[in-house]
C-alpha cells in the first residue's frame, strides 16, 4: 500500500474528534502585530515580540479572539458567550442569521419523484439532425429548424450534445439533493443548478446508459477512489453569497472550525486569532460542532455541484464526517509542518462551495 493509500485510509477509519482547547473570554479588538513598535503592548494583544529584530510579529499559536457576530450590540455580549469563554449557540445562531439573510429560496412548480438512473429512458440522435444543442435544449422543433428547445413533441428531433458519464458520486449527490429541492429549501440559484443537475443526468442516461446498476437500490455511501489535492483547492460550484479573509492577511494562524450539519453541510465558521470570522450558510442542521481548535493538516471534501459533507484531519487523528452521503471525495492535504489557513466559502441554504488553503508554520510544528 502506496503512502497515499495509507493518508487516505487514515482519513476515512479514524473517526475521532480533535481535542478541544477552549479559548478564553472574547477580548477587545487586538492592533496589528506589525504596527506594534513595544515590547509589553506586543505581548498584551497576543503578539509574539522578536528580540533579535526588534519588532513584533503574529503569534500563530494565539488564542482566537472572538468577536461579536455583526449587529449584536456590544453590552449584550455577556449573553453570547459561556462561563468558560466558549461561544455558545445564541451565538452561532447570530452567525448563521446573518450568513442566511436576504436569502430568496425557490418554489418549484412541480415535485420531482426520484427514477434511479438506470431506469431512465435511452435515446439516439435524430438522422437529420446537422448541428447538436446543449443537453439541456436538445430538441429541434423540426427539420431545419435553428433554434433549440426543452419542448419535446410533434416534430422535435432530439439532437442532443455528448455529455459526460454519469457516475455514482453523481447519482448520490441528486439523490441527496432532491428533497430539498422538492420541499422548496433552495435559493433561486441553487435550484436552477439543480435543474442543470438534472438535465445533464437525463442526457448521460438517454447516450451513456447505466447497463449493470452498481447500487443495489437506493444510492447509499459507498467507498469510491479519491483524488487527491495539495496546499491549495476550491471543491463544489459558486453561488450568490461569498465570505472570505478580510482584510487580505487577516486570516494568519490556526482558525478554530465550527460547523452546523444534519444530512447536508448547512453552515461553516471559521475564527482566526486576529478575530477575522469568515463564516456562511443556510438556516438547517442539528446543532453546532466545534470540530477543530488545533492545527488542521488535512481535509476529506465530499463535493460536486455542492459541498455535500467535510472531514477534518489533525496531526494525530481526524474528526468525523460531517454532511450528507453524497458527492465524490478529494483528499486534501498541505505540505510538511503546514496548517489551514486562508479559506473562502459560497453559499446559498447551503455550502456550494470552499477554498481552502495551507500555509507553512515556520519553524513551529504544527
Not at 192 to 215: D, H, I, Q
Request: net charge positive; proline share 6%.
Amino acid at each position: 500500500m502506496g503512502l497515499v493509500n495509507l493518508v487516505v485510509a487514515a482519513a476515512l477509519l479514524i473517526t475521532v474528534g480533535f481535542s478541544h482547547n477552549h479559548p478564553g473570554k472574547p477580548e477587545k479588538g487586538r492592533k496589528s502585530c506589525a504596527s506594534i513598535k513595544t515590547q509589553k503592548p506586543c505581548k498584551r494583544n497576543g503578539c509574539r515580540w522578536k528580540a533579535q529584530q526588534n519588532k513584533c510579529m503574529f503569534d500563530s499559536k494565539a488564542k482566537p479572539v472572538y468577536k461579536l457576530p455583526s449587529g449584536v450590540d456590544e453590552k449584550d455580549k455577556d449573553q453570547y458567550f459561556g462561563e468558560d469563554g466558549k461561544p455558545n449557540q445564541k451565538y452561532y445562531n447570530a452567525l448563521k442569521a446573518n450568513a442566511a439573510k436576504d436569502l430568496v429560496l425557490y418554489t418549484p412548480k412541480a415535485k420531482q419523484e426520484y427514477v434511479p438512473v438506470w431506469e431512465l429512458p435511452t435515446r439516439q440522435n435524430h438522422k437529420d439532425c446537422s448541428e447538436t444543442c446543449n443537453y439541456k435544449t436538445p430538441f429541434r422543433a423540426s427539420k431545419g429548424a435553428k433554434m433549440c428547445t426543452d419542448a419535446d413533441g410533434g416534430d422535435a428531433m432530439y439532437c442532443a450534445e455528448d455529455v459526460d458519464q454519469w457516475h455514482v458520486h453523481d447519482e448520490t449527490e441528486y439523490y441527496s439533493y432532491l428533497p430539498a429541492y422538492n420541499d422548496g429549501l433552495m435559493t433561486v440559484t441553487e435550484a436552477k443548478k439543480f435543474e442543470g443537475l438534472r438535465a445533464r443526468r437525463e442526457a448521460s442516461a438517454a447516450r451513456n446508459p447505466w447497463t449493470n446498476v452498481p447500487l443495489p437500490q437506493e444510492p447509499k455511501d459507498v467507498r469510491r477512489m479519491m483524488a487527491v489535492a495539495w496546499t491549495q483547492g476550491c471543491f463544489g460550484n459558486p453561488t450568490e453569497k461569498q465570505a472570505s479573509c478580510s482584510p487580505v492577511g487577516s486570516c494568519n494562524g490556526n482558525p478554530s472550525v465550527s460547523l452546523h450539519s444534519g444530512d447536508y453541510l448547512d453552515q461553516i465558521s471559521f475564527t482566526y486569532p486576529s478575530g477575522t470570522i469568515v463564516s456562511g450558510g443556510g438556516g438547517g442542521g442539528q446543532g453546532w460542532n466545534e470540530v477543530a481548535t488545533t492545527c488542521v493538516v488535512g481535509a476529506v471534501i465530499y463535493h460536486g455541484a455542492w459541498v455535500n459533507s467535510i472531514q477534518f484531519i489533525g496531526p494525530y487523528i481526524s474528526t468525523t464526517r460531517y454532511g450528507g452521503t453524497g458527492g465524490g471525495p478529494t483528499l486534501m492535504m498541505g505540505g510538511d509542518n503546514m496548517c489551514l489557513g486562508p479559506v473562502s466559502l459560497s453559499w446559498g441554504s447551503y455550502i456550494n462551495q470552499i477554498c481552502l488553503t495551507f500555509v507553512a508554520q515556520g519553524k513551529k510544528k504544527c
